[in-house]
C-alpha cells in the first residue's frame, strides 16, 4: 500500500522502500483500503466490530421487560363453592432501573454504572435495585462495556466522616477516559503476515519525522529505548533484502512509535490524527502477533507492549490499556526482568543489564500510576532489582544522559514507595494509614524520596521552567511529570482518613495545589502534549475535584466556614478550580474538543 492509501497527508505518500516485496495477494488487499473512509463511524463499527460487542452507547437507554398483562387466570374452583368475580386487570410491575438517590429526588437518571452522572455531581451513594443490576448485568454482557469497581466510600465532613477524595474509576465512564469500542481495528488478511504489515509503512522520510516527534515528546517521559541502539537496528532494517528475515517485534515497536509520534503532530486534525495513530497502532499490534509476542517475548516486544499501553490510554482507552498491561506484567516475569540482572545473567555486558532494568522501571511505572488512578491492585510486586544498581556509568553505545538517569531512579523510587503504601489500600477500600504515627512516617517518606530529587526537578518556578523550556524541553517534561506524580500522591495521603486519623486539610490543599500548577505548566508551555497526555489531565482532574470537596465540607461545617471566607489558602484552592475549569473548557470547544472534557467543565462548575 502506497502512504497515500493510508491517512498521512502531512507527509507526503510513499512505501517502504528498498527491497522488501510485499505478496500480490497482500498488496491488493491493502491497496483496496482507504483508512479516512474505514474509519467513519458507520464503516468501523460493520467492518470492524469484534464478535462479542455491539455497537451501543455507553448510556444508552435499555429496553425494559414487559411483564404481560398482569390478568390472573386463576385456578381450579372447589366442588360446591361459588366462582369467585373475575379479578380487576392489574397495572404493569415495571422493574426501577433508576438508582435509589434519583427515585428518592426524583432526578433524571442516567443508569451509568457503577455511578450515575447525577450522583457523581452530587457526590453521593449511588446504588441500585438487585434486578436494575441483572439487567444492566445482561446488558453489558452483550456490549462488553463497563468494568465494575468497588462501590463509592460514603461522603464526609471536616468533622469526622469518612473524606470522599474522587476516583473517576470507581465510577467508569467512557466520558472520563475509559472507551468502550475495540481499540484495534482489524485491516489484515489471513494469508499477508508481516509483508502486509511491512508493506504500509510510510517512506522512510515520513517514518523518521514521526519518530522524531516520539523522541521529542514521548521518550523524554517514557525513556525506555536507547535511542542510539534502536536507530542502528532501524537503518539496518531499512537495507534489509527480502531474503533477510525481519524481526516482527522490532517492526511492532517501530509502529507503535509511530502510533505514539502522529498523536504528538499538530499540524493536522484530530480527526486525521486519530485516524492515522490508530491506523499505525493496529499495524504494531499485528507485528507483534507475527511474532508471537505471548509466547517468545524478547526485550523489543516488551518495549513495544509498555508503549502500546501508553497510546490506549491517550487514546481514550484506559480500560483496555489496564487489560493489556496484564499481558505486560506476565510477559515481564516470564523474561525475568523482575530479577536481579547480576543474578540471572551475570556474565552479560553492563549496557544489556541496564537495559533490563529501565524496562523493568518502566512496566512499573505504568502499573503504578494505574493502579492509583484506576484504584485496582498493583501487579508488579514482586521484584529483587534495586534502585541503586541503575547507574550513570559510560558503556560501548556512549554515555547516558545523567539528567535521564535521575529522572528515571526519581521515578523507580516514588513508584516503590507508592506500590507498597498507597496501591493496595486504594485497591481493598481500606484507610491508607491506620495511626497518625503511620501517616507521619508515610510522610516523611514520600519528602525523603522527593529530597532526593536533582535540584533541577525540585528548585523551579513558573518563571524560570519558562526560561529552561527555551533550552532544554527535555528537562522541562521531565520535571513537570515527576512533580505532578508525586504531589498527587502526597495528596492522597494527607487526604486519607481512619477513625483516629483526621484529613489534613491544609496540607491536602498545598499538595492539589502544586500538583495542578504542574498541570497548568504543561498546558501554557505545551498545550497540545497536555491535551494527549491522558494520565497527566485525569490527575490535575482528579486533584481539582479533591480540592472541590474539601472546600465544600469546610464551607458547611460551623467551626470551619469563618476561616473558608478569610484563608488566602481556600481562596488559591477555588481559584485552583476556577482555572482548571477554564482549561478544561479550551480542551472542549472547537474542533479538537472532547465530551469528557466538556463533561468534567460540569462537574467542576458544581463547586465554584
Not at 12 to 32: E, P
Not at 246 to 264: C, P
Not at 384 to 405: A, K, L, Q
Not at 555 to 560: A, N
Amino acid at each position: 500500500m502506497s502512504s497515500s492509501q493510508i491517512p498521512t497527508d502531512l507527509y507526503g505518500s510513499g512505501g517502504h522502500t528498498g527491497d522488501s516485496v510485499i505478496s500480490t495477494s497482500a498488496a491488493s488487499v491493502v491497496s483496496a483500503l482507504s483508512p479516512i473512509s474505514i474509519l467513519t463511524p458507520t464503516s468501523a463499527s460493520t467492518l470492524y466490530a469484534s464478535p462479542d460487542s455491539a455497537n451501543q452507547p455507553f448510556f444508552g437507554a435499555k429496553s425494559e421487560p414487559d411483564d404481560g398483562d398482569g390478568v390472573s387466570s386463576g385456578g381450579s374452583v372447589a366442588a360446591g363453592s361459588y366462582a369467585e368475580p373475575a379479578k380487576k386487570k392489574q397495572k404493569r410491575n415495571k422493574p426501577t432501573l433508576s438508582c435509589y438517590e434519583c427515585v428518592e429526588r426524583k432526578t433524571k437518571c442516567d443508569r451509568g454504572r457503577p455511578h450515575c452522572l447525577a450522583c457523581i455531581k452530587r457526590q453521593t451513594e449511588c446504588k441500585y435495585a438487585h434486578v436494575a443490576n441483572l439487567l444492566e448485568e445482561t446488558s453489558r454482557s452483550a456490549t462488553n462495556g463497563r468494568r465494575m469497581t468497588k462501590p463509592p466510600k460514603r461522603k464526609v465532613t471536616m468533622s469526622g466522616m469518612k473524606p470522599t477524595i474522587p476516583n473517576i474509576a470507581d465510577r467508569a465512564s467512557n466520558v472520563f477516559g475509559v472507551g468502550s469500542e475495540h481499540p484495534f481495528a482489524n485491516y489484515w488478511t489471513c494469508e499477508g503476515g508481516l509483508p502486509e504489515v511491512i508493506g504500509v509503512l510510510p517512506e522512510k522520510l515520513q517514518a523518521d519525522i514521526l519518530l522524531s516527534q516520539y523522541f521529542e515528546c514521548v521518550d523524554p517521559v517514557y525513556p525506555i529505548i536507547d535511542r542510539q541502539t534502536f536507530y542502528l537496528e532501524y537503518e539496518r532494517f531499512w537495507t534489509l533484502r527480502e531474503s533477510e528475515k525481519t524481526d516482527a517485534a522490532f517492526v511492532g515497536l517501530v509502529f507503535t512509535m509511530m502510533a505514539l509520534g502522529t498523536q504528538f503532530v499538530s499540524t493536522t486534525s484530530p480527526k486525521d490524527r486519530k485516524q492515522t495513530s490508530e491506523f499505525y497502532a493496529s499495524a504494531g499490534n499485528q507485528a507483534l502477533r507475527m511474532s508471537s509476542y505471548l509466547n517468545t517475548a524478547s526485550l523489543r516486544s516488551v518495549q513495544a507492549m509498555v508503549l502500546v499501553g501508553y497510546f490506549l490510554i491517550n487514546d481514550n482507552h484506559a480500560s483496555d490499556g489496564w487489560a493489556f498491561s496484564g499481558l505486560l506484567l506476565r510477559q515481564a516475569y516470564a523474561m525475568g526482568l523482575h530479577r536481579d540482572p547480576n543474578l540471572v545473567i551475570p556474565t552479560a555486558s553492563e549496557f544489556d543489564k541496564q537495559q533490563r532494568r529501565k524496562l523493568w522501571q518502566a512496566v512499573l511505572v505504568q502499573d503504578t500510576f494505574l493502579t492509583v488512578l484506576l484504584s485496582l491492585p498493583p501487579n508488579a510486586t514482586h521484584t529483587d532489582v534495586r534502585v541503586d544498581d541503575f547507574m550513570d556509568e559510560s558503556t560501548s553505545f556512549g554515555e547516558p544522559n545523567p539528567t535521564d538517569v535521575a529522572y528515571i531512579r526519581g521515578s523507580w523510587m516514588l513508584a516503590n514507595l507508592v506500590q507498597e503504601t498507597i496501591s493496595s489500600p486504594r485497591s481493598l477500600d481500606v484507610p491508607i494509614c491506620s495511626t497518625q504515627r503511620q501517616k507521619s512516617k508515610l510522610i516523611a517518606d514520600f519528602r525523603a524520596v522527593y529530597r532526593s530529587f536533582p535540584d533541577v526537578f525540585r528548585s523551579w518556578d513558573q518563571e524560570s521552567i519558562a526560561q529552561l523550556a527555551c533550552s532544554n524541553k527535555r528537562v522541562v517534561r521531565q520535571t513537570l511529570f515527576l512533580s505532578s506524580n508525586y504531589y498527587h500522591n502526597l495528596m492522597l495521603v494527607h487526604a486519607s482518613e481512619s477513625p483516629d486519623v483526621p484529613v489534613n486539610v491544609r496540607a491536602t490543599l498545598e499538595a492539589a495545589h502544586e500538583a495542578l500548577t504542574s498541570f497548568f505548566v504543561l498546558f501554557t508551555l505545551f498545550d497540545t502534549e497536555a491535551r494527549v497526555w491522558w494520565v497527566f489531565h485525569h490527575r490535575a482532574f482528579l486533584e481539582a475535584l479533591c480540592i472541590g470537596s474539601v472546600l465544600r465540607e469546610a464551607g458547611r461545617d460551623p467551626t470551619t466556614a469563618d476561616q473558608f471566607l478569610r484563608d488566602p489558602l481556600f481562596a488559591r484552592a477555588k481559584a485552583d478550580i476556577t482555572r482548571m475549569v477554564q482549561i478544561l473548557k479550551i480542551m472542549a470547544d472547537g474542533e479538537q474538543g472532547t465530551e469528557d472534557a466538556r463533561t468534567r467543565v460540569v462537574v467542576l462548575s458544581e463547586f465554584l
